[in-house]
């Protein structure tokens, strides 16, 4: 069974940055498996941010090319997410999400999931 641990979450002002990290089990973090970062507030619907499959291609949503980056670190089964210049409405429980084969930029395709971090941007 995968497993996903997110980490690297927390408050920040408007402008600032912060580095998610995320540890996968060595199956997880193989060729095969596409993974990515999505979030979600309460009461609404999860939200796909970042991807990045086992060519180390990555896809954005559009809310946040240019400030976000997504990466990996085959050799220490981790996903990273580094978010620049945030601003208040990405505030949200942050997920990291793997499936084996492709990727697609929707939450429903993946299924296995971290436990989430959370990240708070204020004003």
């Known amino acids: 069974q995968v497993h996903l641990v997110e980490s690297g979450g927390g408050s920040v002002q408007a402008g600032g940055s912060l580095r998610l990290s995320c540890v996968a089990s060595?199956?997880?973090?193989?060729?095969?498996?596409?993974m990515g970062w999505f979030r979600q507030l309460p009461g609404e619907e999860r939200e796909e941010v970042a991807l990045?499959?086992?060519?180390?291609?990555?896809t954005y949503a559009d809310s946040v090319k240019g400030r976000f980056t997504v990466s990996k670190d085959k050799a220490k089964n981790q996903l990273f997410l580094q978010m620049d210049d945030l601003k208040p409405e990405d505030s949200a429980m942050y997920y990291c999400?793997?499936?084996?084969?492709?990727?697609?930029?929707?939450?429903?395709?993946?299924?296995?999931w971290g436990q989430g971090t959370q990240v708070t941007v204020s004003s």
């Open positions: 990045i499959d086992s060519l180390g291609t990555t």
């Open positions: 999400a793997a499936r084996a084969g492709a990727c697609y930029l929707a939450a429903d395709w993946y299924n296995i």
């Open positions: 060595e199956t997880a973090s193989d060729s095969s498996y596409c």
